[in-house]
Protein backbone atom coordinates (compact mmCIF):
# COMPACT_ATOMS: atom_id res chain seq x y z
CA UNK A 1 0.00 0.00 0.00
CA UNK A 2 1.59 3.29 -0.98
CA UNK A 3 1.38 6.41 1.77
CA UNK A 4 0.50 9.06 -1.21
CA UNK A 5 -1.86 7.50 -4.23
CA UNK A 6 -1.27 4.48 -6.48
CA UNK A 7 2.03 4.03 -8.50
CA UNK A 8 1.31 3.67 -12.22
CA UNK A 9 3.65 1.97 -14.59
CA UNK A 10 2.20 2.65 -17.51
CA UNK A 11 -1.24 3.55 -18.91
CA UNK A 12 -1.57 1.94 -21.86
CA UNK A 13 -2.48 -0.65 -20.95
CA UNK A 14 -3.21 0.96 -17.22
CA UNK A 15 -0.50 -1.21 -15.37
CA UNK A 16 -0.29 -0.17 -11.09
CA UNK A 17 1.70 -1.39 -7.98
CA UNK A 18 -0.22 -3.98 -5.88
CA UNK A 19 1.31 -4.42 -2.51
CA UNK A 20 -0.12 -8.26 -0.69
CA UNK A 21 1.29 -9.58 2.41
CA UNK A 22 0.14 -11.73 4.83
CA UNK A 23 0.52 -13.14 8.38
CA UNK A 24 -0.23 -16.56 9.01
CA UNK A 25 -0.47 -19.20 12.19
CA UNK A 26 1.83 -21.73 11.30
CA UNK A 27 1.93 -24.85 13.29
CA UNK A 28 3.94 -27.80 12.44
CA UNK A 29 1.26 -30.26 14.40
CA UNK A 30 3.06 -33.82 14.28
CA UNK A 31 6.33 -32.53 13.10
CA UNK A 32 6.53 -30.09 16.28
CA UNK A 33 9.35 -32.32 17.82
CA UNK A 34 12.22 -32.81 14.90
CA UNK A 35 12.22 -28.26 15.49
CA UNK A 36 12.05 -28.38 19.16
CA UNK A 37 15.28 -31.40 18.96
CA UNK A 38 16.91 -29.18 16.81
CA UNK A 39 16.77 -26.33 19.69
CA UNK A 40 18.91 -28.86 21.62
CA UNK A 41 21.19 -30.13 19.52
CA UNK A 42 19.37 -33.07 17.63
CA UNK A 43 18.35 -34.65 14.87
CA UNK A 44 15.23 -36.33 14.71
CA UNK A 45 13.84 -39.23 12.04
CA UNK A 46 11.83 -41.40 12.12
CA UNK A 47 11.46 -44.91 12.16
CA UNK A 48 8.19 -47.14 11.00
CA UNK A 49 7.15 -49.37 14.30
CA UNK A 50 6.29 -52.10 12.23
CA UNK A 51 8.72 -52.07 8.89
CA UNK A 52 11.22 -50.42 10.49
CA UNK A 53 12.57 -48.16 7.34
CA UNK A 54 13.86 -45.09 9.06
CA UNK A 55 13.46 -41.50 7.57
CA UNK A 56 15.94 -38.83 8.14
CA UNK A 57 13.44 -36.86 7.25
CA UNK A 58 10.59 -37.48 9.95
CA UNK A 59 7.00 -38.07 8.74
CA UNK A 60 4.63 -39.75 11.64
CA UNK A 61 3.21 -42.48 9.46
CA UNK A 62 5.29 -45.09 7.46
CA UNK A 63 5.27 -44.18 3.27
CA UNK A 64 5.26 -47.71 2.33
CA UNK A 65 2.97 -49.66 5.35
CA UNK A 66 0.84 -46.53 6.76
CA UNK A 67 2.39 -47.29 10.30
CA UNK A 68 2.77 -45.17 12.99
CA UNK A 69 6.52 -43.99 12.96
CA UNK A 70 8.59 -43.34 15.97
CA UNK A 71 11.44 -40.75 16.54
CA UNK A 72 14.79 -41.77 16.12
CA UNK A 73 18.19 -39.76 17.01
CA UNK A 74 20.34 -39.59 13.86
CA UNK A 75 23.71 -39.61 14.07
CA UNK A 76 25.33 -36.34 13.30
CA UNK A 77 27.94 -37.26 11.01
CA UNK A 78 26.75 -38.13 6.91
CA UNK A 79 27.89 -38.02 3.78
CA UNK A 80 26.94 -36.01 0.77
CA UNK A 81 24.48 -37.43 -1.90
CA UNK A 82 24.28 -34.80 -3.71
CA UNK A 83 24.79 -31.06 -4.08
CA UNK A 84 24.45 -27.40 -5.73
CA UNK A 85 25.82 -24.54 -5.40
CA UNK A 86 23.00 -21.73 -5.99
CA UNK A 87 23.88 -18.14 -7.33
CA UNK A 88 20.19 -17.20 -7.81
CA UNK A 89 17.27 -18.24 -5.81
CA UNK A 90 13.73 -17.50 -4.29
CA UNK A 91 13.61 -13.64 -3.56
CA UNK A 92 13.49 -14.29 -0.21
CA UNK A 93 16.64 -15.62 -0.35
CA UNK A 94 18.68 -14.08 -3.02
CA UNK A 95 20.59 -12.00 -0.43
CA UNK A 96 21.99 -15.37 0.91
CA UNK A 97 23.71 -16.07 -2.41
CA UNK A 98 25.74 -18.24 -3.24
CA UNK A 99 24.92 -20.98 -0.60
CA UNK A 100 24.96 -24.49 -1.08
CA UNK A 101 22.59 -27.04 -0.92
CA UNK A 102 23.25 -30.60 -0.17
CA UNK A 103 21.19 -34.04 0.36
CA UNK A 104 22.83 -36.06 3.25
CA UNK A 105 22.95 -39.20 3.50
CA UNK A 106 23.19 -41.33 6.84
CA UNK A 107 24.56 -45.00 7.96
CA UNK A 108 21.59 -44.97 9.92
CA UNK A 109 18.73 -43.89 7.48
CA UNK A 110 16.83 -45.22 4.45
CA UNK A 111 16.19 -41.86 3.29
CA UNK A 112 17.96 -38.05 2.48
CA UNK A 113 17.65 -34.91 4.34
CA UNK A 114 18.27 -31.18 2.41
CA UNK A 115 20.22 -28.43 4.17
CA UNK A 116 22.48 -25.57 3.47
CA UNK A 117 26.51 -26.31 3.47
CA UNK A 118 28.37 -24.24 4.89
CA UNK A 119 31.98 -23.72 5.67
CA UNK A 120 33.54 -24.83 2.66
CA UNK A 121 33.98 -22.90 -1.05
CA UNK A 122 31.35 -24.49 -3.64
CA UNK A 123 34.49 -25.45 -5.82
CA UNK A 124 35.35 -27.96 -3.33
CA UNK A 125 31.96 -29.75 -2.95
CA UNK A 126 31.88 -33.28 -3.73
CA UNK A 127 29.56 -36.41 -3.36
CA UNK A 128 30.48 -38.61 -0.76
CA UNK A 129 32.19 -36.03 1.80
CA UNK A 130 31.95 -36.66 5.11
CA UNK A 131 29.96 -33.82 6.74
CA UNK A 132 29.04 -33.16 10.30
CA UNK A 133 25.66 -31.37 11.45
CA UNK A 134 26.32 -27.72 12.88
CA UNK A 135 22.63 -26.08 15.31
CA UNK A 136 21.62 -22.59 15.52
CA UNK A 137 22.73 -21.19 19.52
CA UNK A 138 19.80 -19.46 19.20
CA UNK A 139 16.93 -20.91 17.30
CA UNK A 140 14.51 -19.74 14.92
CA UNK A 141 12.15 -22.94 14.95
CA UNK A 142 13.14 -23.28 11.64
CA UNK A 143 14.64 -26.57 9.61
CA UNK A 144 17.35 -23.76 9.05
CA UNK A 145 18.49 -24.33 13.19
CA UNK A 146 20.56 -27.26 11.69
CA UNK A 147 23.01 -26.83 8.89
CA UNK A 148 26.34 -29.44 8.31
CA UNK A 149 29.71 -28.66 7.67
CA UNK A 150 32.85 -30.71 5.98
CA UNK A 151 33.85 -33.21 8.89
CA UNK A 152 37.20 -33.05 8.46
CA UNK A 153 37.22 -29.56 9.92
CA UNK A 154 35.40 -30.93 13.06
CA UNK B 1 -14.20 -46.18 -22.71
CA UNK B 2 -15.17 -44.68 -25.44
CA UNK B 3 -12.57 -43.46 -28.04
CA UNK B 4 -11.68 -39.88 -28.09
CA UNK B 5 -10.37 -37.50 -30.64
CA UNK B 6 -8.60 -34.11 -30.42
CA UNK B 7 -10.34 -32.42 -33.13
CA UNK B 8 -8.95 -28.66 -32.89
CA UNK B 9 -6.79 -26.47 -31.04
CA UNK B 10 -5.13 -23.03 -30.36
CA UNK B 11 -2.35 -21.45 -28.73
CA UNK B 12 -1.61 -17.82 -28.23
CA UNK B 13 2.01 -16.53 -28.32
CA UNK B 14 4.49 -17.68 -25.44
CA UNK B 15 5.43 -14.11 -24.21
CA UNK B 16 7.04 -12.23 -21.26
CA UNK B 17 4.47 -10.42 -21.23
CA UNK B 18 0.88 -10.09 -22.11
CA UNK B 19 0.01 -6.55 -20.56
CA UNK B 20 -2.43 -5.71 -23.06
CA UNK B 21 -4.34 -8.72 -22.49
CA UNK B 22 -5.62 -10.47 -19.05
CA UNK B 23 -5.81 -13.81 -18.88
CA UNK B 24 -9.43 -14.22 -19.78
CA UNK B 25 -8.46 -12.20 -23.10
CA UNK B 26 -5.49 -15.14 -23.74
CA UNK B 27 -7.13 -17.72 -23.49
CA UNK B 28 -10.27 -16.52 -25.57
CA UNK B 29 -7.56 -15.71 -28.24
CA UNK B 30 -6.30 -19.65 -28.16
CA UNK B 31 -10.25 -20.51 -28.23
CA UNK B 32 -11.19 -18.31 -30.91
CA UNK B 33 -8.21 -20.00 -33.00
CA UNK B 34 -9.60 -23.65 -32.20
CA UNK B 35 -13.00 -22.93 -33.60
CA UNK B 36 -12.00 -21.34 -36.92
CA UNK B 37 -10.16 -24.43 -37.26
CA UNK B 38 -13.34 -26.26 -37.44
CA UNK B 39 -15.70 -24.50 -39.42
CA UNK B 40 -18.26 -27.23 -38.82
CA UNK B 41 -17.92 -27.09 -35.35
CA UNK B 42 -19.77 -24.44 -32.72
CA UNK B 43 -20.00 -23.70 -29.28
CA UNK B 44 -22.92 -25.11 -29.12
CA UNK B 45 -21.57 -28.53 -29.37
CA UNK B 46 -19.30 -28.29 -26.21
CA UNK B 47 -20.83 -29.84 -23.42
CA UNK B 48 -18.48 -28.39 -20.85
CA UNK B 49 -15.50 -27.23 -20.12
CA UNK B 50 -11.79 -28.14 -17.69
CA UNK B 51 -9.54 -25.22 -17.00
CA UNK B 52 -6.19 -25.32 -15.63
CA UNK B 53 -3.45 -22.63 -14.38
CA UNK B 54 -1.13 -23.38 -12.02
CA UNK B 55 -0.29 -20.66 -9.53
CA UNK B 56 -3.03 -18.62 -7.26
CA UNK B 57 -0.07 -16.62 -6.34
CA UNK B 58 0.51 -15.54 -9.71
CA UNK B 59 -3.11 -14.51 -10.90
CA UNK B 60 -4.20 -13.36 -6.97
CA UNK B 61 -7.65 -14.16 -8.55
CA UNK B 62 -8.62 -17.50 -7.44
CA UNK B 63 -11.49 -19.29 -9.17
CA UNK B 64 -9.91 -17.85 -12.45
CA UNK B 65 -11.08 -20.52 -14.28
CA UNK B 66 -14.73 -19.57 -13.82
CA UNK B 67 -13.65 -16.37 -15.23
CA UNK B 68 -12.73 -17.63 -18.07
CA UNK B 69 -15.54 -20.00 -17.98
CA UNK B 70 -17.51 -16.65 -18.34
CA UNK B 71 -16.04 -15.01 -21.15
CA UNK B 72 -15.87 -17.40 -23.47
CA UNK B 73 -19.70 -17.64 -22.98
CA UNK B 74 -19.54 -21.60 -21.70
CA UNK B 75 -21.75 -20.65 -18.81
CA UNK B 76 -24.20 -22.58 -17.29
CA UNK B 77 -22.13 -25.66 -18.70
CA UNK B 78 -20.00 -27.88 -16.50
CA UNK B 79 -16.95 -26.64 -15.66
CA UNK B 80 -13.69 -27.05 -13.14
CA UNK B 81 -10.28 -26.27 -12.41
CA UNK B 82 -7.50 -28.62 -12.49
CA UNK B 83 -4.07 -27.48 -10.89
CA UNK B 84 -1.13 -30.01 -10.57
CA UNK B 85 2.02 -27.80 -10.59
CA UNK B 86 4.03 -28.29 -13.89
CA UNK B 87 2.12 -30.96 -15.12
CA UNK B 88 -1.02 -28.81 -14.93
CA UNK B 89 -1.67 -28.50 -18.60
CA UNK B 90 -1.50 -32.26 -18.97
CA UNK B 91 -3.42 -33.21 -16.15
CA UNK B 92 -6.05 -30.65 -17.07
CA UNK B 93 -6.15 -32.52 -20.93
CA UNK B 94 -6.47 -36.10 -19.45
CA UNK B 95 -9.24 -34.62 -17.34
CA UNK B 96 -11.22 -33.67 -20.70
CA UNK B 97 -10.48 -36.71 -22.46
CA UNK B 98 -11.80 -38.23 -18.89
CA UNK B 99 -15.44 -36.78 -19.35
CA UNK B 100 -15.46 -37.71 -23.28
CA UNK B 101 -14.07 -41.53 -22.57
CA UNK B 102 -16.69 -41.97 -19.58
CA UNK B 103 -19.66 -40.53 -21.90
CA UNK B 104 -20.27 -38.09 -19.94
CA UNK B 105 -19.63 -35.05 -22.09
CA UNK B 106 -19.33 -35.94 -26.30
CA UNK B 107 -16.83 -32.79 -26.48
CA UNK B 108 -15.10 -31.16 -24.05
CA UNK B 109 -12.76 -28.18 -24.04
CA UNK B 110 -9.31 -28.18 -22.43
CA UNK B 111 -8.15 -24.64 -21.46
CA UNK B 112 -5.09 -23.22 -19.66
CA UNK B 113 -3.22 -20.25 -18.84
CA UNK B 114 -0.83 -18.90 -17.14
CA UNK B 115 0.26 -14.79 -16.54
CA UNK B 116 3.72 -14.98 -14.95
CA UNK B 117 5.20 -11.68 -15.84
CA UNK B 118 2.65 -9.97 -12.88
CA UNK B 119 5.80 -10.48 -10.52
CA UNK B 120 9.79 -10.22 -11.42
CA UNK B 121 11.09 -13.61 -11.96
CA UNK B 122 12.66 -14.01 -8.41
CA UNK B 123 9.61 -13.67 -6.49
CA UNK B 124 8.21 -15.75 -9.66
CA UNK B 125 10.75 -18.58 -8.34
CA UNK B 126 9.78 -17.83 -4.77
CA UNK B 127 6.33 -19.02 -5.57
CA UNK B 128 6.73 -21.73 -7.44
CA UNK B 129 9.30 -23.03 -4.78
CA UNK B 130 6.21 -22.81 -2.84
CA UNK B 131 5.15 -26.07 -4.40
CA UNK B 132 8.21 -27.82 -2.56
CA UNK B 133 7.67 -28.63 1.57
CA UNK B 134 7.39 -25.44 3.00
CA UNK B 135 8.75 -27.00 6.07
CA UNK B 136 11.47 -28.85 5.26
CA UNK B 137 12.78 -27.67 2.04
CA UNK B 138 11.57 -24.04 0.79
CA UNK B 139 13.38 -22.57 4.13
CA UNK B 140 16.63 -23.68 3.59
CA UNK B 141 16.58 -21.46 0.59
CA UNK B 142 14.96 -24.58 -1.87
CA UNK B 143 13.76 -23.64 -5.56
CA UNK B 144 13.48 -25.08 -8.40
CA UNK B 145 16.13 -24.65 -10.09
CA UNK B 146 18.38 -25.75 -7.46
CA UNK B 147 16.52 -28.89 -6.98
CA UNK B 148 16.57 -29.71 -10.51
CA UNK B 149 20.39 -29.19 -10.55
CA UNK B 150 20.78 -31.74 -7.35
CA UNK B 151 19.30 -35.00 -9.03
CA UNK B 152 21.56 -34.05 -12.23
CA UNK B 153 24.47 -33.70 -10.18
CA UNK B 154 23.43 -36.90 -8.89
CA UNK B 155 22.83 -38.19 -12.81
CA UNK B 156 26.29 -37.60 -13.51
CA UNK B 157 27.56 -39.25 -10.27
CA UNK B 158 25.82 -42.17 -11.63
CA UNK B 159 25.86 -42.61 -15.36
CA UNK B 160 28.73 -39.57 -16.41
CA UNK B 161 26.15 -37.48 -18.37
CA UNK B 162 27.92 -34.11 -19.08
CA UNK B 163 27.50 -30.81 -18.95
CA UNK B 164 27.81 -30.30 -22.83
CA UNK B 165 25.04 -33.11 -23.54
CA UNK B 166 23.12 -31.17 -21.01
CA UNK B 167 24.01 -28.40 -23.89
CA UNK B 168 22.77 -29.87 -26.59
CA UNK B 169 19.08 -30.09 -25.89
CA UNK B 170 19.33 -26.14 -25.53
CA UNK B 171 20.43 -25.79 -28.88
CA UNK B 172 18.88 -28.50 -30.44
CA UNK B 173 15.21 -27.09 -28.53
CA UNK B 174 16.21 -22.91 -29.26
CA UNK B 175 17.29 -23.93 -32.56
CA UNK B 176 13.96 -25.76 -33.38
CA UNK B 177 12.19 -22.40 -31.86
CA UNK B 178 13.07 -20.14 -35.17
CA UNK B 179 10.93 -21.74 -37.19
CA UNK B 180 7.85 -21.68 -34.81
CA UNK B 181 6.60 -17.99 -34.33
CA UNK B 182 4.57 -19.05 -31.29
CA UNK B 183 7.75 -19.67 -28.78
CA UNK B 184 8.92 -16.95 -26.86
CA UNK B 185 12.97 -18.06 -26.94
CA UNK B 186 14.20 -18.70 -30.14
CA UNK B 187 18.35 -18.64 -30.62
CA UNK B 188 21.37 -20.40 -32.28
CA UNK B 189 23.89 -21.54 -29.35
CA UNK B 190 26.87 -23.29 -29.26
CA UNK B 191 28.10 -25.01 -26.32
CA UNK B 192 30.17 -22.42 -25.12
CA UNK B 193 27.86 -20.30 -24.82
CA UNK B 194 25.42 -22.38 -22.94
CA UNK B 195 28.19 -23.02 -20.46
CA UNK B 196 29.22 -19.36 -20.27
CA UNK B 197 25.69 -18.25 -19.55
CA UNK B 198 25.15 -17.10 -15.81
CA UNK B 199 25.12 -19.94 -13.74
CA UNK B 200 22.03 -19.93 -12.16
CA UNK B 201 22.88 -23.34 -9.48
CA UNK B 202 25.61 -25.86 -10.40
CA UNK B 203 26.00 -26.67 -13.06
CA UNK B 204 22.85 -25.59 -14.46
CA UNK B 205 23.43 -22.14 -16.11
CA UNK B 206 20.70 -19.83 -17.48
CA UNK B 207 20.23 -21.43 -21.11
CA UNK B 208 19.86 -24.93 -19.05
CA UNK B 209 16.35 -23.51 -17.91
CA UNK B 210 12.89 -22.39 -19.43
CA UNK B 211 11.44 -19.21 -18.87
CA UNK B 212 8.68 -17.62 -17.00
CA UNK B 213 6.31 -16.77 -19.50
CA UNK B 214 2.64 -15.51 -20.06
CA UNK B 215 0.11 -17.69 -22.24
CA UNK B 216 -2.75 -19.52 -22.91
CA UNK B 217 -3.46 -22.75 -25.19
CA UNK B 218 -6.73 -24.44 -25.44
CA UNK B 219 -7.64 -27.82 -27.41
CA UNK B 220 -10.89 -29.68 -28.20
CA UNK B 221 -11.73 -33.10 -27.39
CA UNK B 222 -14.93 -35.39 -29.04
CA UNK B 223 -16.55 -38.27 -28.92
CA UNK B 224 -16.32 -40.08 -32.68
CA UNK B 225 -19.32 -39.17 -33.71
CA UNK B 226 -18.75 -35.30 -33.25
CA UNK B 227 -15.49 -35.67 -34.62
CA UNK B 228 -16.24 -37.34 -37.18
CA UNK B 229 -19.20 -34.74 -37.97
CA UNK B 230 -17.06 -31.88 -37.87
CA UNK B 231 -12.84 -32.42 -38.67
CA UNK B 232 -11.58 -33.76 -41.56
CA UNK B 233 -8.32 -34.60 -39.82
CA UNK B 234 -9.00 -35.91 -36.28
CA UNK B 235 -6.31 -37.22 -34.55
CA UNK B 236 -7.36 -40.16 -31.97
CA UNK B 237 -5.81 -40.58 -28.23
CA UNK B 238 -5.11 -43.88 -27.93
CA UNK B 239 -3.56 -43.94 -24.30
CA UNK B 240 -2.62 -41.57 -21.04
CA UNK B 241 -1.09 -42.65 -18.21
CA UNK B 242 0.24 -40.95 -15.04
CA UNK B 243 2.06 -40.78 -12.17
CA UNK B 244 3.72 -39.70 -8.48
CA UNK B 245 6.28 -39.38 -6.05
CA UNK B 246 6.87 -38.09 -3.05
CA UNK B 247 6.89 -34.04 -2.73
CA UNK B 248 10.40 -33.84 -0.98
CA UNK B 249 13.29 -35.56 -2.84
CA UNK B 250 14.87 -36.15 0.35
CA UNK B 251 12.21 -38.73 0.64
CA UNK B 252 12.46 -40.90 -2.64
CA UNK B 253 13.74 -44.33 -2.12
CA UNK B 254 16.11 -46.53 -3.76
CA UNK B 255 14.30 -49.87 -5.11
CA UNK B 256 13.78 -51.93 -8.18
CA UNK B 257 13.57 -50.14 -11.13
CA UNK B 258 9.62 -50.02 -12.70
CA UNK B 259 10.87 -52.00 -16.13
CA UNK B 260 9.15 -51.40 -19.33
CA UNK B 261 8.17 -54.40 -22.00
CA UNK B 262 11.80 -54.14 -23.97
CA UNK B 263 13.96 -53.94 -20.94
CA UNK B 264 14.80 -56.75 -18.64
CA UNK B 265 15.50 -57.01 -14.58
CA UNK B 266 19.19 -57.81 -15.96
CA UNK B 267 19.23 -54.64 -17.61
CA UNK B 268 19.81 -52.62 -14.36
CA UNK B 269 21.70 -54.77 -11.70
CA UNK B 270 23.14 -52.29 -9.94
CA UNK B 271 20.74 -49.33 -10.25
CA UNK B 272 19.31 -48.02 -6.75
CA UNK B 273 16.07 -46.50 -8.02
CA UNK B 274 14.82 -43.83 -8.64
CA UNK B 275 16.52 -41.70 -6.27
CA UNK B 276 16.96 -38.14 -6.96
CA UNK B 277 18.47 -38.92 -10.55
CA UNK B 278 15.13 -40.76 -11.78
CA UNK B 279 11.58 -39.87 -12.23
CA UNK B 280 9.66 -42.85 -10.90
CA UNK B 281 6.01 -41.17 -11.67
CA UNK B 282 7.95 -40.44 -15.36
CA UNK B 283 8.30 -44.30 -15.67
CA UNK B 284 4.99 -45.09 -14.52
CA UNK B 285 3.25 -42.83 -16.59
CA UNK B 286 4.89 -44.30 -19.75
CA UNK B 287 4.10 -47.86 -18.29
CA UNK B 288 0.44 -47.33 -18.05
CA UNK B 289 0.40 -45.35 -21.58
CA UNK B 290 1.79 -47.47 -23.88
CA UNK B 291 0.00 -50.37 -22.04
CA UNK B 292 -3.18 -48.77 -23.25
CA UNK B 293 -1.74 -47.80 -26.68
CA UNK B 294 -0.37 -51.12 -27.32
CA UNK B 295 3.31 -50.03 -27.16
CA UNK B 296 6.20 -52.24 -26.61
CA UNK B 297 9.29 -50.73 -28.07
CA UNK B 298 8.26 -46.65 -27.74
CA UNK B 299 11.88 -45.83 -29.47
CA UNK B 300 10.52 -47.46 -32.74
CA UNK B 301 7.39 -46.99 -32.68
CA UNK B 302 6.92 -43.22 -31.97
CA UNK B 303 7.48 -40.65 -34.57
CA UNK B 304 8.13 -37.70 -32.16
CA UNK B 305 8.25 -36.40 -28.60
CA UNK B 306 7.21 -33.28 -26.96
CA UNK B 307 7.99 -33.74 -23.48
CA UNK B 308 8.12 -31.18 -20.28
CA UNK B 309 11.96 -29.97 -20.63
CA UNK B 310 12.08 -27.50 -18.18
CA UNK B 311 15.80 -27.99 -17.86
CA UNK B 312 18.24 -29.43 -20.52
CA UNK B 313 18.91 -32.13 -17.64
CA UNK B 314 15.15 -33.43 -17.47
CA UNK B 315 15.01 -33.90 -20.65
CA UNK B 316 17.46 -36.33 -20.99
CA UNK B 317 16.27 -37.81 -17.52
CA UNK B 318 13.35 -37.95 -19.50
CA UNK B 319 14.47 -39.79 -22.47
CA UNK B 320 15.25 -42.66 -20.39
CA UNK B 321 12.11 -42.81 -18.31
CA UNK B 322 9.92 -43.25 -21.32
CA UNK B 323 12.48 -45.73 -22.41
CA UNK B 324 13.76 -43.79 -25.48
CA UNK B 325 17.14 -45.29 -23.82
CA UNK B 326 18.14 -46.99 -21.21
CA UNK B 327 18.83 -45.77 -17.84
CA UNK B 328 22.13 -43.89 -17.83
CA UNK B 329 22.38 -44.06 -21.79
CA UNK B 330 20.43 -40.34 -21.86
CA UNK B 331 23.32 -37.90 -22.21
CA UNK B 332 25.06 -40.24 -24.72
CA UNK B 333 21.45 -40.31 -26.89
CA UNK B 334 21.18 -36.62 -27.14
CA UNK B 335 24.56 -36.66 -28.25
CA UNK B 336 24.20 -39.43 -30.98
CA UNK B 337 21.69 -36.57 -32.73
CA UNK B 338 18.24 -39.02 -32.40
CA UNK B 339 16.01 -36.26 -30.47
CA UNK B 340 17.29 -33.67 -33.30
CA UNK B 341 15.06 -32.71 -36.37
CA UNK B 342 16.28 -33.82 -39.34
CA UNK B 343 15.77 -30.48 -41.00
CA UNK B 344 17.20 -27.84 -38.59
CA UNK B 345 21.03 -27.01 -39.30
CA UNK B 346 21.97 -26.94 -35.33
CA UNK B 347 26.05 -26.61 -36.08
CA UNK B 348 26.77 -29.86 -34.36
CA UNK B 349 28.21 -33.52 -35.99
CA UNK B 350 24.75 -35.32 -35.42
CA UNK B 351 25.74 -39.28 -36.30
CA UNK B 352 21.91 -40.20 -36.46
CA UNK B 353 20.01 -36.82 -36.77
CA UNK B 354 16.50 -36.40 -36.60
CA UNK B 355 15.40 -40.91 -35.91
CA UNK B 356 13.02 -39.61 -33.06
CA UNK B 357 12.61 -35.67 -32.98
CA UNK B 358 12.29 -34.91 -29.59
CA UNK B 359 10.12 -31.49 -28.78
CA UNK B 360 10.36 -30.31 -32.40
CA UNK B 361 8.29 -27.14 -31.22
CA UNK B 362 10.98 -25.84 -28.86
CA UNK B 363 9.57 -27.44 -25.85
CA UNK B 364 9.47 -25.40 -22.34
CA UNK B 365 13.16 -24.45 -22.82
CA UNK B 366 12.61 -22.39 -25.91
CA UNK B 367 8.26 -21.73 -26.35
CA UNK B 368 8.70 -20.43 -22.69
CA UNK B 369 6.50 -22.62 -19.82
CA UNK B 370 3.02 -20.41 -18.77
CA UNK B 371 2.26 -23.44 -16.21
CA UNK B 372 -1.00 -24.03 -16.99
CA UNK B 373 -0.96 -24.16 -20.91
CA UNK B 374 2.18 -25.65 -21.48
CA UNK B 375 0.67 -28.89 -21.77
CA UNK B 376 -2.08 -28.24 -23.68
CA UNK B 377 0.42 -26.11 -26.19
CA UNK B 378 2.55 -29.54 -26.42
CA UNK B 379 -0.70 -31.29 -27.26
CA UNK B 380 -1.67 -28.48 -29.95
CA UNK B 381 1.79 -28.98 -31.56
CA UNK B 382 1.28 -32.63 -31.59
CA UNK B 383 -2.03 -32.16 -33.12
CA UNK B 384 -0.67 -30.24 -35.78
CA UNK B 385 2.05 -33.00 -36.67
CA UNK B 386 -0.50 -35.54 -36.51
CA UNK B 387 -2.58 -33.94 -38.89
CA UNK B 388 -0.04 -32.95 -41.38
CA UNK B 389 -0.73 -28.89 -41.00
CA UNK B 390 2.36 -27.36 -39.44
CA UNK B 391 3.15 -25.22 -42.06
CA UNK B 392 -0.72 -24.14 -42.02
CA UNK B 393 -0.36 -23.20 -38.53
CA UNK B 394 3.54 -22.06 -38.21
CA UNK B 395 3.44 -20.71 -41.56
CA UNK B 396 6.20 -22.60 -42.61
CA UNK B 397 6.94 -26.16 -42.83
CA UNK B 398 10.51 -26.97 -41.25
CA UNK B 399 9.19 -28.34 -37.83
CA UNK B 400 6.90 -31.10 -39.48
CA UNK B 401 7.57 -34.47 -39.06
CA UNK B 402 7.02 -36.40 -42.48
CA UNK B 403 4.40 -39.26 -42.31
CA UNK B 404 3.67 -38.73 -38.57
CA UNK B 405 1.89 -41.20 -37.42
CA UNK B 406 2.11 -41.70 -33.37
CA UNK B 407 3.39 -38.95 -31.10
CA UNK B 408 3.92 -38.77 -27.56
CA UNK B 409 3.17 -35.84 -25.00
CA UNK B 410 4.74 -35.44 -21.38
CA UNK B 411 3.50 -33.31 -18.62
CA UNK B 412 6.00 -32.62 -15.46
CA UNK B 413 5.73 -31.58 -12.20
CA UNK B 414 7.64 -30.24 -9.66
CA UNK B 415 10.79 -32.81 -9.52
CA UNK B 416 8.34 -35.70 -10.99
CA UNK B 417 5.94 -35.73 -8.18
CA UNK B 418 2.75 -35.82 -10.69
CA UNK B 419 3.81 -36.89 -14.43
CA UNK B 420 1.66 -37.48 -17.54
CA UNK B 421 2.00 -38.93 -20.56
CA UNK B 422 -0.20 -39.34 -23.38
CA UNK B 423 -0.38 -41.06 -27.10
CA UNK B 424 -2.15 -39.51 -30.01
CA UNK B 425 -1.99 -41.22 -33.45
CA UNK B 426 -3.55 -40.13 -36.63
CA UNK B 427 -7.08 -41.55 -36.88
Given at each position: MERNGTIVYGVDPLVIHDHYEIDYRHSYAE???FFIGLTKGQLLGSRCTVCGYTYATPR?????????????????TGRIHTFTTCHYGGEQFLKETPFTLVLVEFDAADTLFLSRLKGMPPDGVRIGLPVVARFAKTPSFKVTD???EPADKA | MRQVYMISGGITKFAKAHQDKDFRLMVKEAYDYALRDVPRFSKDMID????????????????????????????????????????????????????????????CAAFGFETMSRVNTWKGNEFIALASDTNFDFPVGG???GYYAMMVQRHMHEFGTTVEQMAMVSIKNHAN???????????????????????????????????????????????????SQVCDHPVKITGVGSGSDAMRMADRPHGKVILLPHEREADYRRLKYPGVHSFRGGRMAAKLAYEMAGISNPGEELSFIELHDAYTSSEIQTYEDLGLCKYGEGGRFVESGIPFMPTVDYGLELSKQG??????SGGLLACG?????????????????????????????????KNAKRGLIHSHAGTGTYITVSIMETA
Open positions: DSPAHCMDCGAPTMWHELPLVWF | GAVGSYFSDHFTRQLKAASMVQDYLGLCPKPSKRVEGGGATGGLCFQSAWEAVASGRMNCFYSALYNPYAQKAKRLTIKQVRESPMVATPLTMEDICAMSDGAAVCFLASEAVAQLPVNPHPVGATGLMQAVFAFWQLQGSVEKHLGNDRLQV
